[in-house]
């Protein structure tokens, strides 16, 4: 009996519309699974915890926050927000030696723990009080190598001691060998730094003369002759205590921009973490990783697609032709039968 | 429920599964009037069934679509386990060989051969939660307690990096003892202290050490890699020369053997002698414990696709169904054209 009526269905193009949809849909369990190219991240942060780090002069959610609180904030919000697969290494800078946490590892994998980790970054990891920056970032760059990585190093710049007037340890490696960026933390206003005794317990801040004001080791500067005091032999560095802002701290950009240029890295100055993933992707080599492509949504949008033509169509169409005309829209396909 | 979509905007879709309401997918049929006919129920199920076949066709593919996945769970499982933290020191002195020496040509540093054999520790211990601190001048905090071997085997590889000044082993010990306890309550705690040294422990944190060794049940394995020459835990103090600050090894086990814990130390000084101590703490610790297993997330769009698909077919079925009114092979008329025109 459906034979003959069937007949008729099969001039319907809407049978062969629903046939359409039926298939692609059940292709979706035949989709062969592809991987395409991607571009992925992996990279090295090294993040500097010395104690111009501990200044409050950035912003968390409206409220003051640590320097070190805003890089781990935006590192957990940048983790989460990685395509996958990325991996992420993760080693912290004090003194003049950046110190390997754990190797880069994928963080889609491991998040909890990598969180966990983050979380527990602190000053009271710091093993020395100095902050080399530039022997620090040298060292990264390094290890970013050894690690086959992109670094991001984050730091206020303040050097401690500060530089001397030769100026600070030169780069020796091979620039741009290694990509990645210096991340600028810290507000360009001069902050007060908090100062802790040896249980770790906040009291007060750094006073002009607790920090060493200049570098008196090697040769003086060239205006050192027009000082007060000066003596060629008994006061190279003229005869007064050194007077400055180093107890202050504020985003050393021309230091860290002049880092970046000798380095091959990039600088950009930290405020989020959109802003952080965009400039990781903009500056970080490209590094193919097999992604995942999932050609079911591709089919299935086909079907419905076709599933609408079904039911919506024909009615649409035929509500135009009575609107407009029959001749306008004669459509040989949907003509009654 | 569980459940979550991955593309949550493509609900925005979801309206138009009401097309079938409004709009059927049959054959319109001039027929004069419906009027004569009489009711049917029977057409009238089927002609619902028909426009409900359709709903869950459009409404299946759009959340098909939306991406619906169910989050990854977890389930409690018991096994032979512990929860272990890796107590590391990475004083500069790591870095040399067993005979003290930096390494060269085919020579492992004691770091690398720790490195190595760590590795085949944590990959040995499938049901362990593993944490990692390091210690030198200043405890760090590597990875908390995680059963996620791969960032485990990341911290582990990083131990031969360069290592820092000191052997602060105290203030290590107290870090350790806090990731410990954050751990789950009834599992068996373990830490494995891997030092090539030791040093004084000042009295104040001696105290405290105590109240948190006594706090917190932990079995302490001490991995002593000692270097040719130097003074091991073991060896009997010439007199007059039996203080912490000549013999801190040896002291440092005294005060570990005070405590009144299970604890044991492995005196080791080649890469070999590690492996074998690795290989009794992994037969020591073995003990039930509760740990907990993800179950990764499952995709639940195959499903609708399958119901989709399924409920296509059924209207194709439906659709061949259909009778043509001209070929007069009607027998009962079936009203899956009911809004045709009257």
């Known amino acids: 009996m ?18 359409g949809a039926a298939l692609l849909l059940f292709a979706t369990f035949a989709a062969p699974s592809l991987t395409r190219t991607g571009n ?21 959610a409206g409220r003051p926050a640590s320097r070190l609180d805003l890089v781990k904030s935006v590192l957990r919000e940048a983790l989460a927000s990685l395509p996958c697969p990325a991996r992420f290494g993760l080693g912290v800078f004090s003194e003049r030696q950046s110190f390997l946490l754990f190797e ?16 527990g970054l602190d000053w009271r990891m710091g093993w020395e009080g100095d902050s080399h920056v530039a022997m620090g970032l040298y060292r990264a760059i390094d290890m970013a190598r050894d690690v086959k990585a992109d670094l991001a190093f984050f730091t206020d710049g303040h050097e401690a001691p500060p530089p001397p007037a030769s100026g600070g340890p030169a780069f020796e490696g091979e620039r741009g060998a290694v990509k990645g960026l210096i991340m600028g933390v810290g507000e360009y206003a001069l902050s007060p730094i908090p100062k802790f005794d040896d249980d770790g317990r906040e009291i007060g801040f750094y006073g002009m003369n607790d920090v060493l004001q200049e570098n008196r080791f090697g040769p003086p500067p060239k205006d050192a002759e027009g000082r007060e005091g000066y003596n060629p032999r008994n006061a190279p560095f003229g005869g007064q205590v050194a007077t400055g802002s180093e107890h202050l701290s504020s985003v050393r950009e021309p230091y860290l921009k002049s880092l970046a240029e000798a380095t091959g890295l990039a600088y950009r100055h930290l405020s989020d973490a959109p ?3 965009a400039a990781l992707k903009e500056t ?10 999932d050609l079911r949504p591709f089919l299935a949008s086909g079907a419905l697609a076709l599933l609408l033509a079904a039911y919506g169509l024909a009615p649409a169409l035929a509500a135009l032709r009575r609107r407009f005309g029959a001749k306008s829209f004669a459509f040989p396909f949907f003509r009654r039968t | 429920m569980n459940a979550i979509f ?13 097309l079938p309401i409004f709009l059927s997918a049959s054959r319109r049929q001039a027929y004069p009037s419906l009027e004569g006919l009489p009711e049917d129920l029977f057409s009238r199920i089927v002609s619902l069934a028909v426009a409900a076949t359709g709903i869950i066709a459009i409404g299946a593919t759009i959340l098909a679509l939306a991406g619906p996945y169910r989050r990854g769970q977890w389930t409690e499982r018991v096994g032979q386990g512990a929860e272990t933290v890796l107590l590391i020191d990475r004083s500069g002195s790591m870095n040399e060989t067993f005979a003290g020496r930096q390494p060269t040509g085919g020579e492992e540093s004691k770091a690398s051969a720790a490195r190595r054999i760590l590795r085949d520790f944590v990959l040995q211990r499938e049901h362990d939660r593993i944490g990692v601190a390091a210690f030198s001048s200043a405890p760090m905090l590597v990875l908390p307690l995680t059963d996620r071997r791969d960032a485990v085997l990341a911290a582990v590889d990083a131990i031969d990096r360069p290592g820092l000044a000191k052997t602060d082993v105290g203030r290590g010990l107290s870090m350790a003892l806090a990731m410990s306890e954050e751990g789950a309550p009834l599992a068996s705690r373990v830490v494995l202290l891997v030092s090539d040294g030791a040093a004084v422990i000042d009295p104040r944190l001696q105290n405290k050490l105590r109240a948190g060794f006594a706090r917190v049940r932990v079995n302490l394995y001490w991995l002593f890699l000692r270097t040719a020459g130097d003074r091991g835990i073991f060896e009997a103090p010439e007199p007059g020369q039996d203080t912490p600050q000549a013999m801190p090894e040896r002291h440092l086990d005294i005060f570990f053997k005070s405590l009144g814990i299970p604890y044991k130390a492995f005196e080791v000084e080649s890469p070999d002698a590690v492996r074998e ?20 997330r499952q995709d639940l769009a195959a499903t609708f696709y399958a119901l989709a698909g399924l409920a296509t077919a059924l209207l194709l079925g439906a659709k061949l169904c259909e009778v043509s009114l001209r070929k007069g092979v009607v027998e009962r008329p079936l009203r899956l054209a009911r809004r045709g025109p009257a």
């Not at chain 1, 459906?2 to 046939?19: E, H, K, N, Q, Y």
């Not at chain 1, 590892?105 to 979380?119: H, M, P, Q, S």
């Not at chain 1, 970080?284 to 492509?293: G, Y």
């Not at chain 2, 703490?281 to 179950?295: K, T």
Request: hydrophobic share 50%; proline share 10%; with cysteine.
């Open chain 2, 277 to 296: 101590a690795v290989r009794e703490i992994d037969r020591l610790e073995n003990h039930p414990i509760v740990y907990r297993e993800r179950i990764p």
């Open chain 1, 275 to 277: 802003s952080f993933v």
């Open chain 1, 2 to 19: 459906i034979a003959p009526a069937s007949r008729g269905s099969l001039r319907d193009p809407r049978f062969w519309v629903l046939t």
């Open chain 1, 284 to 293: 970080a080599k490209p590094r193919p990783v097999p992604v995942a492509l």
């Open chain 2, 6 to 18: 991955a593309q949550p905007q493509m609900l925005w879709l979801l309206p138009l599964a009401a």
């Open chain 1, 40 to 60: 992925g991240v992996d990279v090295l942060v090294i993040v500097d915890i010395t104690g111009s780090m501990n200044v409050r002069d950035v912003k968390l």
């Open chain 1, 104 to 119: 880069p590892v994928d963080v889609c994998a491991a998040f909890d723990a990598i969180e966990g980790t983050l979380a």
